[in-house]
């Protein structure tokens, strides 16, 4: 174990209204960033990021960035700024990180020891336990890739819309004057993802903001176009790793 780690590695959370801004800003520090609720969208060196609930933002040293929260209700985010002695264990580019329900547990922990002291071995040993897991975390480009292409930009904008969500994706490519094929490369070219995946996140953000502000699971089932809620609450689990009721509970 690091000797003294909590010199290295400050865990610290902030809760944010509706559309309040973080002003730009960079630190000499590294910086992990993800929402306990709630979702932040980030403008890092002129790119756009979300950062939702088991989705964090990894930013090297020195990286500019500012936020703005997007929830209805207040979002409780934590910022894990990490030493530049153990930046070289992480990325040397911006990265969307995500996060396990233990993650989550060991910070909540970490929050509560630390208005107690954090000297004692039990807190250096948890902040050792977070070092390793986020040096093991799975890491991804962007959670949900943005393009101004003239052809996918109006087509993802159609995907995004809640509207829309009861609508297959078949149905809605079809509508289109471009070919599937060509739209299907289009995706994997500007996005790095296929456009099912694309939309399924698009419509797991949504989902957490609709539970969020207490859409009943049914209701919400329906608009996404489930015809059994169990059907929804798997698809949401797959992604979160939680349900819409743990979801709510937090």
Sequence with gaps: MLKHIEQYIEVNDFFYQKHEIVAPHSSLW?????????????????????????????????????????????????????????????????????????????????????????????????????FDQLKTAPAYEHYLPQTNHVLLQPLLQQLASPELFHKSLQQLLRDSSISERHLLRLSQQELQLSLSEWRNRAKILYAITQIRQGKTVKKLAYELGYQHSSSFIEFFKRYTEQTPAQLRDI
């Excluded at 979702?39 to 890092?44: K, Q, R």
């Design 30 to 130: 590294g910086d992990f960033n993800f929402s306990l609720n709630g979702i932040l969208e980030y403008e890092i060196e002129g790119k756009r990021y979300l950062s939702p609930p088991n989705y964090g933002l990894w930013l090297p040293p020195k990286t500019a960035h500012a936020s703005i929260a997007l929830d209805e209700q207040i979002t409780h985010y934590v910022c894990i700024r990490v030493h530049p002695y153990l930046c070289e264990h992480f990325s040397a580019c911006t990265k969307t990180l995500s996060i396990r329900p233990f993650l989550r547990h060991l910070v909540h922990e970490i929050l509560g020891q630390k208005q107690q002291d954090i000297t004692t071995p039990h807190y250096q040993h948890l902040l050792q336990v977070l």
